[in-house]
């Protein structure tokens, strides 16, 4: 195991027990557009189920960033989730039955999170 999977399962392991603060999250990723019988679009939805929390932006970081009053951060745990997962822009994250819209997306350069901005 590469020292950067061992600190990503340390932040995770150390994260979970805190009650009340980690839901569970779903992100559902569209895949590419195929062509139906009737000559429409259509798009393969994948759900990656894991750990996660939402919280608010500071006045200063909305200020500094030119974030909406509206959006919302949320942080997720890389190990809880499923193999193959890169959240990116335009999916969809349903967290406590409240669905959001991915806005932007960083990682940490340990891989243990990714910082979502969402709307």
């Known amino acids: 195991m590469a020292l950067l ?27 590419a557009a195929t062509v139906d019988a009737y000559g429409g679009f259509t798009a393969s939805t994948t759900d990656y189920t894991g750990r996660g929390f939402l919280e608010d932006y500071t006045d200063a970081a909305r200020q500094m960033g030119g974030i909406a009053l509206t959006d919302r951060k949320a942080l997720l745990f890389t190990p809880s ?39």
């Open 81 to 119: 989730f499923t193999a193959g997962l890169v959240p990116a822009a335009g999916d969809m994250l349903t967290v406590e039955s409240s669905t959001y819209e991915v806005i932007s997306v960083a990682r940490d350069p340990a891989a243990a999170t990714w910082t979502l901005q969402v709307r």
């Open 5 to 31: 999977d061992q600190i990503a399962d340390l932040v995770y392991a150390a994260a979970s027990p805190i009650g009340g603060t980690t839901w569970d999250v779903t992100v559902k990723q569209k895949g």
